[in-house]
């Protein structure tokens, strides 16, 4: 299975993304970092996933200042960044509750500060970071409009949209909206069930999972569902001779729309692993046999 993924005819992903998400609790130095950012690409690996938010707002500086020892590695890699939720911390100290803003200048001003902290003069990716009851894709369009022309984001997408959301936000831009980052794993057949896998096959999307590994539930399983879900893992891992997260992600690798697993782990052997998993091919029985077990019952 190839290492890489095209979106669009501007940008490719690799097929494993490394997440930085609990980058705050990985207690890592500046140099440390920048070592793991190192391995990373040197597994194939050169697509990194950011939010303005992550640890309350202090992730992509954590990042930047590792990459800013060896700025050259930027053009190594591709950054993603994500922006519109506003928590109610010190960074937002008017809000006392957490609520999104998807407005022209709240989307150009958390990209550019995401470009401030990363240290970089572009971003590859930016998504929405979620769906919005209150939400104006005129506002957005605009925000995207102006961020393409100034060079700062050079591709736009969405994460944890519906298909209606996606198409109504796509009906009001002149560029096309590069992935949709959803949650899928073997425990949450969600984008299964709401017609989200149909829509990314008709338009030919290629989607970011996130949570690849249901939050690893299934390592120490304490439901029916889990205790199924981790049987038939097992079963399945002892015939072909690998652990049961490789099976997680090849079973998310081998599906036709593309799935894109996001990694958000620290140690390079759990990374290597589900690089590793792209060289795993199950069959289509052993796919189903996962499916079946997280479902409960039989196909109709």
Known sequence: MENRIALNDNLSLSRIVHGYWRLRDWNLSDDQLLKLIEQVLELGITSFDHADIYGNHTCEAYFGRALALKPELREKMELISKCGIKMATDYNPELDIKIYDYSTEYIIKQAETS???????????????????????????????????????????????????????????????????????????????????????????????????AGGAIFNPKTEKEQRLAAVLKTIAAALNTDIDQVMYAWLLKHPTGIMPIVGSQHIKRIKSAVDALKIELSLEQWYKIYIASKGEDLP
């Open 115 to 213: 470009l401030k902290n990363l240290g970089t003069d572009r971003l590859d990716l930016l998504l929405l970071h979620r769906p919005a009851p209150f939400f104006n894709p005129e506002e957005v369009a605009k925000a995207f409009d102006q961020l393409k022309s100034s060079g700062k984001v050079l591709n736009f997408g969405v994460s944890n949209f519906s298909p209606a959301q996606f198409d109504t936000l796509q009906s009001y831009l002149d560029m096309p909206l590069a992935t949709n980052q959803v949650e899928i794993s073997v425990s949450c057949l969600a984008h299964f069930e709401n017609e989200n896998t149909e829509y990314f096959l008709k338009h030919k999307i290629k989607p970011m999972a996130w949570s690849p590994l």
